[in-house]
């Protein structure tokens, strides 16, 4: 490993930085993931934290640009040079730089992050069937409000799952319209525009107006990039037109005809013989979180490796299961020293799943044999269910909750049937982030996005706002709850913790506090947190982390095996 | 067999430079740090021969001072826009 001359390193462990703009590549959420894992690369061998902050100066900026993007290094469009960043200091010092121009994916092609629908924001399954063809991209068929949209598993009409595709009719993002979706036509310097531009700026970007005269309003927003988005050509970002007509012939999808190198392309209007606009379609794509996770190192202190599996190696390499190379780890605590310890391994599988004889979904059968290449319907079993809506100890008893529907832990094997939400609780939406019961007065607690619901007994309050909790806007859904037996309750959120008081109903003044510093060695993106028999548990996807009251963690074990009591 | 005579169209943006190996080699010897700008002009082949070996050693391909295959699949090969040497 090398450092840099100098060997700048940042002289606190508390590292802070703000994601600038977003690209229009990838869906928000999943750029914001991105980033955060590849953070966590360094923090996981390091004493080092990383926080995300939206308002002041951060130690590191992210920005995604083209070209000349505000420094003296340009970049250089599509492939070549991907990303930069700079070695630790103030200013600039620190900052990482992504290429627009690339394709910005997870690393193995276009990653189609579905919103609304019946999916949870899952990703796209391409190919899928709808209605008996086969489709590879989001379509709007089946649908009159021009709306596109994808199967998130292999077989629409047999599963039902879908969700929105991005389109400018669906969202924009950055800007100043708070991700309201385009309005077309919309007036810009008195012409009207019936899809998204680039006329106004300099830097490549596709905006629109959110409402129908941005000239009068001046609210806009970026256009995110449909998936069938060409990359280079003379129409970087612009969305395939299907069907397109190149050299008097029609085609439907992407094609290699006119090209000697084999790629893939398509025009950007219905015919490119009159209009010649072209790009190239989707390729691989570079994997986003690999190049954040170098130039991050960059911005921690460490210069290129010479060793080639290295992440620290100039070169880009996909990698599928990505683990920190001993030299990048050498490097990185020698600047930092080492974290303190290892954090606990989830025990490995002991058994094989047996295939199962019935794959048939939509039954009641209580199977617990699993295929893992059969689709099969979580709704009608626990053990199939790889990651619950919330979990949470009501009236002594465990219950599971997952999409409208929830199983309650017997006292002995695992749940046998599930009960619809909405026969017990029925002002309760299909999917809940978090819920529990308050030891002292027993009222139940239930969370969806930023809306919260009190029963007591068959008596409902709410739907009402986080706000009346005295939460920040931006604190979108709460993830899991721990109770107490002295009328709090903290409520969990990314790396933070709240406490509320359950009688008065407010935060508890002194937080926002760091979930990290007070309940170390459990996972921070657990996505269900709960208490049960008085103990603490962190769950991230299909394991869980228990802790005592000391707040240190006993045992890591299988939800579906070890709480669920699945064969 | 197709009758048909392959069609093959120029795309606009498409036309690349054409540069040769040399010229970009001496591009991505500037840019990262190897070679020092204006150290082309020179056409000097044993100084070009020294920075292609130390480029070689620097990111572990094999030292042979000649722009061979492997080393130009590198200089094309995507890459973090960071210098390998110097500031």
Redesign the interface.
């Known amino acids: 490993f090398q450092t840099f001359?100098g060997e700048l390193k940042w002289d606190h462990n508390d590292i802070t930085y703000k994601i600038l703009n977003y690209s229009p590549d990838l869906d928000p959420e999943v750029i914001d993931d991105a980033f955060a894992r590849a953070f966590k690369v360094w923090s996981d061998v390091t004493p080092l934290t990383f926080t995300r902050i939206y308002d002041g100066e951060p130690d590191i900026n992210i920005l995604f640009g083209s070209d000349n993007h505000g420094d003296p290094?340009p970049?250089d469009g599509k492939?070549?040079?991907?990303?930069?960043?700079y070695p630790p200091g103030e200013g600039v010092q620190g900052d990482a730089h992504f290429d627009e121009d690339e394709n910005w994916t997870l690393g193995t092609g276009v990653v189609v992050k579905t919103r609304f629908g019946n999916a949870d924001g899952a990703i796209c399954s391409f190919p899928f069937v709808f209605d008996g063809e086969t489709y590879t991209s989001c379509t709007s068929a089946g649908r009159s409000d021009g709306h596109i949209w994808c199967s998130t598993t292999p077989n629409f009409d047999k599963d039902q799952k879908f969700g929105f595709c991005p389109s400018e009719l669906l969202y924009t993002f950055d800007g100043n319209s708070d991700g309201q979706p385009c309005v077309f036509p919309f007036i810009f310097d008195g012409e009207s525009y019936s899809s998204c531009t680039k006329e106004g700026r300099d830097d490549g970007y596709r905006w629109c107006g959110t409402t129908a005269n941005y000239d009068k309003d001046r609210k806009y927003g970026f256009c995110p990039n449909r998936d069938t988005a060409v990359v280079?050509?003379?129409s970087q970002g612009d969305p395939c037109v299907f069907p397109f007509t190149f050299?008097g012939k029609t085609y439907h999808q992407c094609t290699s005809?006119?090209?000697?190198d084999n790629r893939l392309?398509c025009a950007t209007t219905s015919s490119y013989d009159n209009d010649?606009k072209?790009g190239l379609c989707g390729d691989q794509g570079?994997s986003l979180f690999l190049?954040a996770a170098?130039?991050f190192g960059?911005a921690l202190g460490l210069?290129?490796s010479?060793?080639?599996d290295a992440l620290m190696?100039?070169?880009?390499k996909y990698v599928k299961d990505f683990s920190l190379h001993s030299d990048d780890i050498n490097g990185i605590q020698y600047l930092y020293g080492a974290g303190s310890g290892p954090q606990p391994t989830p025990p490995k599988p002991t058994r094989k799943p047996r295939p199962t004889t019935t794959p048939s979904t939509r039954t009641t059968t209580t199977t617990t044999s699993v295929d893992p290449d059969v689709p099969v319907d979580p709704t009608q079993n626990p053990c199939k269910v790889k990651q619950f809506d919330a979990i949470a100890e009501i009236q002594g008893q465990l219950h599971f909750f997952k999409d409208g529907v929830y199983w309650k832990l017997p006292a002995s094997g695992p749940p046998t049937s599930s009960i619809p939400i909405r026969d017990t609780w029925p002002a309760l939406p299909s999917n809940i982030d978090t819920a529990f019961q308050d030891p002292q007065s027993k009222k139940i607690f239930f969370f969806a996005g930023r809306r919260f619901w009190q029963y007591t007994g068959n008596t409902v309050l709410g739907p009402r706002s986080l706000d009346k909790l005295g939460f920040e806007k931006d604190v979108e859904e709460i993830s899991g709850a721990i109770t107490r037996n002295n009328g709090k309750v903290l409520l969990f959120n990314g790396e933070n913790y709240w406490r509320l008081d359950v009688k008065s109903q407010t935060v508890d003044k002194g937080y926002p506090r760091s979930r990290d510093e007070d309940f170390a060695g459990v996972p921070l993106d657990a996505h269900d947190i709960f208490v049960y028999q008085d103990k603490y548990y962190f769950c991230q996807d299909s394991f869980f982390w228990r802790m005592t009251w000391r707040k240190q963690v006993e045992k890591v074990g299988y939800v579906k095996y070890d709480l669920l009591r699945c064969p | 067999t197709s009758h048909h005579k392959p069609v093959s169209v120029i795309f606009p943006s498409d036309i690349r430079s054409n540069s040769s190996d040399l010229e970009r080699a001496q591009k991505y010897l500037i840019r990262y740090g190897y070679m020092p700008p204006g150290l082309q002009q020179t056409d000097n082949q044993n100084t070009l021969r020294e920075v292609v070996t130390k480029m070689q050693k620097k990111l572990g391909l094999k030292e042979t001072g000649e722009l061979d295959g492997e080393t130009i699949a590198a200089i094309n090969s995507p890459r973090c826009g960071v210098p390998d040497v110097g500031k």
């Open positions: 001359e290094y970049f492939d070549g040079l991907l990303a930069h960043a280079g050509g003379n050299l005809d006119g090209r000697s392309w010649q072209w570079y190049v170098h130039e960059h210069e290129h010479s060793v080639q190696y100039p070169m880009y």
